[in-house]
Nanobody, 122 residues
Framework: QVQLVESGGGLVQPGGSLRLSCAAS????????MSWHRQAPWAQRELVAA???????NYEDSVKGRFTISRNNANNTAFLQMNELKPEDAAVYYC????????????????WGQGTLVTVSK
């Protein structure tokens, strides 16, 4: 099964840090783009940070300087280091993979993980 699996969410106090991980299934050969999105209750899903091969990472304005996206192309994993968390950062965070090739030569234009919940509260 081709999938992305997030982990690392949880409850953190304002000002704290969390590190989210996104692991691709072993049958994925490559992903051109890996990004993180989030969706708060009653809000639209929004892009938080993206890392595309050959390009500099880009970030949503409100997280610049606080969040850092990184990826390991050797095993198609992505990470989101979140520092100085604020209550407004609370959301379900989703990992996204764009232009994915599997070991058997199948191509997926996009793939979403199931999400991991981040709660920021005292």
């Amino acid at each position: 099964q081709v999938q992305l699996v997030e982990s690392g969410g949880g409850l953190v106090q304002p000002g704290g840090s969390l590190r989210l991980s996104c692991a691709a299934s072993s049958n994925i050969f490559s992903t051109n783009t890996m990004s993180w999105h989030r969706q708060a209750p009653w809000a639209q899903r929004e892009l938080v940070a993206a890392a595309t091969d050959g390009r500099s990472p880009n970030y949503e304005d409100s997280v610049k300087g606080r969040f850092t996206i990184s990826r390991n192309n050797a095993n198609n994993t992505a990470f989101l280091q979140m520092n100085e968390l604020k209550p407004e950062d609370a959301a379900v965070y989703y990992c996204y993979g764009g232009d994915i090739w599997t070991m058997s030569g199948y191509r997926y234009l996009e793939l979403w993980g199931q999400g991991t919940l981040v709660t920021v509260s005292k």
